[in-house]
């Protein structure tokens, strides 16, 4: 089973940029795919992006209007979310997980949570 560590969280202002990284162990970390959700005080946990076990292929939340990009390095054990042109509707607690399969993105599927990195946007 892969555990999941979220880092890179932090206080920025609208329009800056950011970027979250989920450190993997486990040996089953390159055969899955690997999510990013955030969760906002009083809302529902929300997709935002995924990324294939390879790397070859990722979608998107599409609210987030191409602002967001996911990568990955197996070689590193890690997943990256760089977040740009950040709005104060970004504000949330950012969570990895990870899916045996791809292409899903409700948040049932997923498992192998981390704790979460605080992203807050001041306007």
């Known amino acids: 089973q892969v555990q999941l560590v979220e880092s890179g969280g932090g206080l920025v202002q609208a329009g800056d940029s950011l970027r979250l990284s989920c450190a993997a162990s486990?040996?089953?970390?390159?055969?899955?795919?690997i999510g990013w959700f955030r969760q906002a005080p009083g809302k529902e946990r929300e997709f935002v992006a995924a990324?294939?076990?390879?790397?070859?292929?990722?979608y998107y939340a599409d609210s987030l209007e191409g602002r967001f990009t996911i990568s990955r390095d197996n070689a590193k054990n890690t997943v990256y979310l760089q977040m740009n042109s950040l709005k104060s509707e970004d504000t949330a607690v950012y969570y990895c997980?990870?899916?045996?399969?791809?292409?899903?993105?409700?948040?049932?599927?997923?498992?192998?949570w981390g704790r979460g990195t605080q992203v807050t946007v001041s306007s």
């Open positions: 990324i294939s076990w390879s790397g070859g292929g990722a």
């Open positions: 997980a990870a899916d045996p399969q791809y292409g899903r993105r409700w948040a049932g599927y997923f498992g192998s």
């Open positions: 486990g040996r089953t970390f390159s055969r899955n795919t």
